[in-house]
């Protein structure tokens, strides 16, 4: 029968470090990381008594390095065992502090980039990163005195909003009192006869000016459209579709969010209705139609569409 045997050193294994080793651990003692000149000119980091390129002795000369560094690779681990050093997903990584012409293997720590049980797409060769050491009066000269290295801060997120106000006019102002009624109106040109929708005063096309008021449909036309995948308030979920829809009776695409259809499946010539926000929550405000959805009608030829993109 098999048995479990256990070799264990109480009170720990104790040896000497030597001159060159010690003097890499008392610098991580004070927060510094040191590595030690070749006879090659190369540093090597963390410093050893050769040089591992070719086996010679090193020389007396300690050179710091760092603190700031790159990623040369790494392993992600997306389940930390009792045994690691952090109890998050980290990644092991062979990290170059700058100065030195060798990496060292120490943690990755992401923090808030770290999402589920994959690797962040954040996370890459060539990254910056820095060491986190413990607080002074915890550092030992240990090479634990290093938490983890953690990625230079890149980007931030700054909350913003601008609030103002603007006086639309009498033509966009007719136009808002028309959504208010649930309504869309659009203006005639009296030269090329185009329907403008929203109405604008003028024509673009011909710069004259527009009166001649038109109510068109609430249906309509997908002529292009983008998929967004940045969160918007007013997008029912993420990826969403914005979309320029030409609505029937009008000659000009307005700009409306798409929904009601997963977003892989908007297309050019789809046919789309407009769906507005219950009655009690409307004001002179576009936003009164939440967005278009389709409809059970076959596309739009793209050759009937095309001149409108």
Known sequence: ???NHALEFPGGYTRS??????RFLSELRDGKLVGVRA???RVVFPPLEYDPANGHSVTDEFVEVGPGGVVESFA?????LASHPLDRPFAWALIRPDGADTAILHALDVGELARGAEAPKRLRIGMRVRPDFLPATERIGDIADIRAFRPDVTMITAPSRLEYDIKPGRALDRFLEGVSEGRILGHRCPVCAKVIVPMKGLCPKDGVPTTEEVEVSHTG????FAVNNLPDPRAPEVPFVSAYVLLDGSDIAMVALVSGIPADQVRMGMRVRAVWKPREEWGRTITNIRWFEPI???DVPFESIAEYM
């Open 296 to 298: 059970d009608e076959p």
């Open 221 to 224: 036309t997908v002529t292009t």
């Open 1 to 3: 029968m098999p048995t």
């Open 39 to 41: 006879e090659s000119g």
């Open 17 to 22: 470090v030597g001159p060159v080793i010690g």
């Open 76 to 80: 992600w681990v997306a389940e930390p």
